[in-house]
């Protein structure tokens, strides 16, 4: 099944997965996309100016502009986010005005403008520091507000109650997701991944901290575009929080850039580094939930991820 006829309204659309979600939807829907463009991925994608797509230079603070671009609109996915463990640090009080104060704004004019449907991207750091499988239902761990980072997990799950109150008092049919790093062409952001992948075609070295003992689970972009077009479809998942990656892809820091280094038949070196934040030591999803209410089942292999990830890296370097 696929989703049709509908006019989605996407923040925080022009970059890595709204870029995505747009390839997706655009053929069999309107979409319009309102973005900053902090992060232009639309600048490598085929389908700039398709006649099924509108862009809007917007922020979510600014309320008279959403409500104006919001108008009409049959989906909302709010992507719209400062992320990025440098970026949250650097500019805490930022993070929390657009990943909480945005939020609310956009769950306002969806109120407003009667938009039925919403999507909220939340965040899988709001587990805390350790997060081995635990669903959904489990305990939400926000650490001291002396750690810079916890703003950013804080604010998430504050948008998610924000985005499940508006679903108990106004009948917004509302859903979160909690993403298990994300992964794949176009990201522009500061992901591991992205940052190991693009130094290794240059042959330059790549920075692991500490030892690399991190553990992580990598999620394809196209995988999460997947399970949200089910969320979108399934009545089932309305007033949900679902976790979204792919557990099967796991592994540690170093091994991930060890493994990024052979696939890309880099002469790159690995150097390790003090880390000057506070980590996350362990993140690997239970997707338990997904699979029973949607029949998520992630498709793409860690391997076979990364050589689509690197072979687009080395595209864009050439080009």
Not at 85 to 95: A, F, S, Y
Not at 110 to 126: G, H, I, L, M
Not at 157 to 176: D, P, Q, T, V
Not at 292 to 319: H, M, Q, Y
Request: glycine share 6%.
């Amino acid at each position: 099944m696929k989703l049709r006829g509908k006019r989605i309204f996407i923040t925080g659309g022009a970059g890595f997965i709204g870029s995505h979600l747009t390839e997706r939807f655009i053929e069999d829907n309107s979409i319009v996309i309102y973005d900053t463009l902090h992060r232009n991925a639309l600048q490598h994608t085929s389908f700039k100016g398709h006649k099924n797509m509108k862009f809007i230079e917007g922020d979510v603070l600014d309320v008279k502009n959403l409500h104006k671009s919001m108008k009409d609109a049959d989906v909302v996915i709010h992507l719209a986010s400062i992320a990025g463990v440098p970026t949250v640090i650097e500019h805490p009080n930022k993070t929390l005005k657009i990943n909480l104060i945005g939020t609310y704004n956009v769950l306002e004019e969806c109120r407003v403008n009667k938009v039925p449907d919403f999507v909220d991207f939340s965040t899988s750091e709001v587990y805390g520091p350790v997060n081995y499988r635990t669903p959904e239902s489990g305990v939400n761990t926000i650490g001291p507000k002396e750690r810079p980072r916890c703003v950013y997990a804080l604010a998430k799950l504050a948008s998610e109650h924000l985005s499940y109150s508006y679903f108990k008092e106004y009948g917004l049919k509302s859903r979160s997701v909690r993403p298990f790093n994300v992964y794949g062409p176009r990201q522009m952001g500061e992901g591991a991944v992205n940052s190991f992948i693009r130094k290794a075609v240059k042959n330059k070295p790549l920075t692991v901290y500490n030892e690399g003992n991190q553990i992580r689970s990598w999620c394809y972009v196209t995988d999460m575009v997947d399970a949200i077009q089910s969320i979108l479809l399934n009545e089932n998942t309305i007033g949900e929080s679902f976790n979204i990656g792919n557990p099967q892809a796991t592994s540690s820091a170093l091994d991930t850039a060890l493994r990024i280094i052979k696939l890309a038949m880099s002469s790159s070196k690995i150097e390790f580094k003090k880390a000057d934040f506070h980590d996350v030591e362990v993140r690997v999803p239970n997707i338990d939930k997904a699979k029973e209410v949607f029949g998520f089942a992630p498709k793409v292999s860690f391997d076979e991820g990364l050589l689509k990830t690197i072979e687009w890296v080395r595209s864009i370097e050439k080009g």
